[in-house]
T-cell receptor
Framework: DAGVTQTPRHEVAEKGQTIILKCEPV?????LFWYRQTKIQGLELLSY????????DGGAFKDRFKAEMLNSSFSTLKIQPTEPKDSAVYLC??????????FGEGSRLIVV | QQKVQQSPESLSVPEGGMASLNCTSS?????YFWWYRQHSGEGPKALM?????GDKKEGRFTAHLNKASLHVSLHIRDSQPSDSALYFC???????????FGLGTRVSVFP
């Protein structure tokens, strides 16, 4: 079975650009999560979807971050406009029942 | 302040030795706990979950939960070089909900 697939693996953006990160969850999983990982803050929850409905969106990230689940097998995370402090690894995870999360390898974003 | 706090930040263990990791929650609503492991360049992978007081053993890994003190620990017996990784404790209020992660403990196993 294919795991969680994230693209691109690496992205370099200029400040002010719009970035779209993509995620394909494990087939059949109902829950999808977006996390941001930095050394200082660790793993922070950005968004949580259950059966394509938005269940949680990290309050601090509402401003310039928008996650969408276009169908059960594809999600995007848009950052608009990007700022240097957005430099991080963005992780997508899926779960069958909200219990065990299966993470992708992440998209590393550098904003200059 | 982090709702899930882990200690130590880093740990060096000889091959074949025992590694002990600690996790404490400051939120009494957290009832469900997990341990995840992340190797460099990869996403975190679930090691084990623990929801009830006491010990839970899976192979060389043993987790212990004390709900009264909101303390969870992970013990790795017979540590192997492949155990060198970043270990996260994670918690949630409900069974099916986004997890809150600690900052992690970096474990290095040396020969």
């Amino acid at each position: 079975d294919a795991g969680v697939t994230q693209t691109p693996r690496h992205e370099v953006a200029e400040k002010g650009q719009t970035i779209i990160l993509k995620c394909e969850p494990v087939s059949g999983h109902n829950d999808l999560f977006w996390y941001r990982q930095t050394k200082i803050q660790g793993l922070e929850l950005l968004s949580y979807f259950r059966s394509k409905s938005l269940m949680e969106d990290g309050g601090a990230f509402k401003d310039r971050f928008k996650a969408e689940m276009l169908n059960s097998s594809f999600s995007t995370l848009k950052i608009q406009p990007t700022e240097p402090k957005d430099s991080a690894v963005y992780l997508c995870a899926s779960s069958l029942d909200g219990n065990t999360l299966y993470f992708g390898e992440g998209s590393r974003l550098i904003v200059v | 302040q982090q709702k899930v706090q882990q200690s130590p930040e880093s740990l060096s263990v000889p091959e074949g030795g025992m590694a002990s990791l600690n996790c404490t929650s400051s939120d009494r609503n957290f009832q469900y706990f997990w341990w995840y492991r992340q190797h460099s360049g990869e996403g975190p992978k679930a090691l084990m979950s623990i929801f009830s007081d006491g010990d839970k053993k899976e192979g060389r890994f043993t987790a212990h939960l004390n709900k009264a003190s909101l303390h969870v620990s992970l013990h790795i017996r017979d540590s192997q070089p492949s155990d060198s990784a970043l270990y996260f404790c994670a918690a949630s209020e409900n069974y099916a909900q986004g997890l809150t992660f600690g900052l992690g403990t970096r474990v290095s196993v040396f020969p």
